[in-house]
């Protein structure tokens, strides 16, 4: 990046506030950024960062009033939103020239597979019978596209992603490195001898448009039927999503959270990392799940924040919470133990 402080505030519809020929090279964090250096504030936690920054330019509130002397090199560019303008910036600056159209000499695609010609498929790569990958897409190394299998325009996937038979994927989709789509959901008969058999998993996986899928995440086909993964979906990496589940739109879900089968999960909800899902139950649209928390239970009431495991009412859960530390620190099991030896005399 290589922008004046003025070049920046018109790609931001924002004013600078100081020196607006600056030239600015990167963005940074605000405790580390250094000469030449783009940072923001947009949480007060660390405004007393912005008194001692190396900074050339800081974006901030309009509103922002400082509290103390700014150093003399730091200018100021006043925006609406800051966090918002920062990401809106950050997404300008990765913009990348789209990889050369072509197929690499060392993928494998079926004579029976559809890529438009207008797609870049890296090495190693293998795309197989009755696949179809529409334009503008990206499929990078070592993954693999199965049998059947959509691809919609422009999606990008990354490398050594796994997308099983007959998945479907939505247009404008980032699938990170080691994605797992489509593999067998966890059937299994219990026979009189103890043992178990396979269910067969006939199903498969269906995602919208505009999803991004993270690193080490597994979606597993449906026993029957789909399991599906709404538009604007965004879930983090290392997820398990069982097989029939249903996510909808703009839903996003954080690290390590684990999704069991035949659950479905409404629109725009906000699922913290580590969540634990049972099965087949339903999670209300707008619903919010702090990080750890165990959900066993449909949870009806849309726009609900729950926390705790067994999961309720987040007000609930931490009023428990006060009440088992009052508990604690009035020693009052201590004090029913010592009744309870005077009453057994």
């Excluded at 996003?252 to 999960?265: K, L, R």
């Excluded at 009440?323 to 009744?339: F, G, T």
Aim: glycine share 10%; net charge negative.
């Amino acid at each position: 990046m290589q922008k004046t402080a003025g070049e920046i505030a018109e790609i931001l519809h924002g004013r600078v506030e100081g020196n607006e020929m600056v030239v600015l090279k990167g963005l940074a964090k605000i405790e580390e950024a250094g000469p030449g250096d783009l940072t923001f504030l947009a949480n007060p936690v660390y405004e007393s960062h912005l008194y001692s920054s190396r900074a050339s330019t800081a974006i901030v509130a309009d509103d922002f009033k400082p509290t103390d002397q700014l150093p003399a090199q730091l200018s100021l560019l006043r925006v609406k939103d800051p966090y918002a303008a920062f990401a809106s910036l950050m997404q300008w600056v990765a913009q990348k020239q789209q990889l050369a159209h072509g197929i690499h000499p060392t993928a494998s695609v079926s004579p029976d597979a559809h890529v438009s010609d207008q797609c870049y498929v890296g090495p190693l790569v293998t795309i197989e019978a009755g696949a179809t990958v529409e334009a503008d897409c990206e499929i990078h190394s070592n993954s693999i596209i199965g049998v059947n299998s959509k691809i919609g325009k422009a999606t990008i996937i990354h490398g050594s992603v796994f997308i099983g038979k007959e998945s479907e994927i939505g247009s404008h989709c980032i699938i990170q490195a080691g994605a797992v789509i489509g593999s067998d959901g966890f059937g299994f008969a219990p026979q009189s001898n103890a043992s178990y058999q396979k269910i067969p998993q006939l199903g498969n996986v269906v995602i919208g448009n505009r999803c991004e899928i993270g690193a080490a995440t597994t979606i597993d086909r449906a026993t029957l039927g789909s399991t599906r993964i709404g538009n604007g979906v965004k879930l983090d990496n290392q997820i398990q999503v069982a097989h029939n589940v249903s996510i909808g739109d703009n839903t996003v879900v954080a690290a390590q959270t684990g999704i069991a089968g035949s659950t479905s999960i409404g629109a725009h909800c906000m699922i913290g990392g580590q969540v634990g899902f049972a099965g087949h139950i339903s999670v209300a649209d707008g619903v919010k799940v702090a990080a750890q928390s165990g959900i066993t239970k449909s949870i009806k009431d849309p726009d609900s924040t729950w926390q705790g495991t067994p999961a309720s009412m987040i007000k609930d859960h931490q009023q428990q919470q006060i009440e088992l530390r009052k508990l604690v620190r009035n020693k009052a099991l201590d004090r029913i133990e010592q009744i309870e030896k005077q009453l057994n005399g």
